[in-house]
């Protein structure tokens, strides 16, 4: 364990934790202790920690060239570019340097695509329990009060409607403000909540009748984390705007905003920038984290594995009164208990297992996806003990 230092911004309830080395699944701290990682740094570490070809291909490019701004051709971001667009059916590229900044990018496309249409002061249908990041345009999109708290007055723009809920969104079809829905395919901050089946498919037909676009928050979801490349591919729909990050650069930041037909056309030079991103050492990074994910066929991985781990938690839990739902997609997995759990977040690393819990009352599970099977039988026993002795407080 150590002691936080006072020269760090107080911005973080952090655990009395430091982590000096990691291999796979598996982090160690600066006593030699070892700790099993079911969260992969938030979902980022998807191929575990101090993956070989990953640290490779940054030592490589870090050997050859770091950074030259976007003033120039980047041979690394066209690649990227070029690989992600085959995987999504998506048309056109901007790289960030984080979730927060690929979310900033959509919600301009959606305002500059609303006053390109007439409209000016364009509103984005958004969703209850959402979250989008912590920059002020997206906090002001992100459905939860507390992120509010302390920084009013919130961006405009915003009309909130419950999630998995399209009669609420039908309800707003003739409001001449509207541009766009934002929405995560599967509500991650806010409960690891999965839609109904049909509800991406129904949303993308009431944009397409009302000429609005279908923004998906992939940030947390894609690059493989709920058993496809992109969560909306379950439901067999092509969004207008997607954003990414998380695990597209397994640890190395790294964001972006992909864009389709009318969507993919909004933006002209001068219309938005970055200095860092898409630089080449985190494009190759992203392009050597698409390639294994690929040559080591981890979707399908994840998606039948994901399935039985939610079904061996059902298996163990199903008697346990104060559970109230064991669901997810993939290796993204949410057991929600009637009574706050935020203290099973120190039980769990008590046994050298790292968890997280979301919304207050429900342990959220992002395991990378290189965890061994034996691995998955010591995260599920240790969670299934930690649930089952754990009292309302």
Known sequence: MTTPSEAIMNTYSRLPVMFVSGSGAVLKDNHNNEYLDAVSGIAVCSLGHAHPAIAEAICNQANQ????????????????????????????????????????????IARKFGHQKGIERAKVIVMEN?????TLATLSATGNEKVHDGFYPLVEGFVRVPYDNVGAIEAL??????????????????????????YL??????????????????????????????????EGIVPDVMTLAKALGN?????????????????????????????????????ATLHIMETHNFIEHVNTKGQMIVERFKEALKDIAHVVDIRGKGFMIGIQLDHPCGDLVQKA????????????????????????????????????NLVKNHQAQ
């Open 201 to 234: 498919k129904a949303l993308k037909t009431l944009c397409e009748q009302n000429d609005w676009l279908l923004m998906l928050d992939e940030i947390q979801t894609g690059i493989g984390r709920t058993g496809k490349w992109f969560a909306h591919q379950h």
């Open 130 to 134: 959402s979250f989008h990041g912590r």
């Open 65 to 108: 060239l770091i950074h030259t701004s976007n003033l120039y051709q980047v041979e690394k971001q066209m690649q990227l570019a070029e690989k992600l667009i085959a995987l999504s059916n998506m048309d056109r590229v901007f790289f960030s340097n984080s979730g927060a900044e690929a979310n900033e990018a959509a919600l301009k």
């Open 349 to 384: 690393l008590e046994q050298n297992l790292l968890i997280n819990v979301t919304r207050g009352d429900t342990i959220r599970l992002l395991p990378p996806f290189v965890i061994q099977n034996q691995q998955i039988d010591e995260m599920i026993e240790k969670v299934v």
């Open 173 to 198: 079809s003739n409001d001449p403000d509207i541009v766009a829905i934002l929405v995560e395919p599967v509500q991650g901050e806010g409960g690891v909540h999965v839609p109904k089946d049909g």
């Open 251 to 287: 640890g190395m930041p790294i964001g972006a905003c992909l864009a389709k037909g009318k969507a993919a056309e909004v933006f002209a030079p001068g219309n938005h920038g970055t200095t860092f991103g898409g630089n080449p050492l985190a494009c190759a990074t992203g392009i």
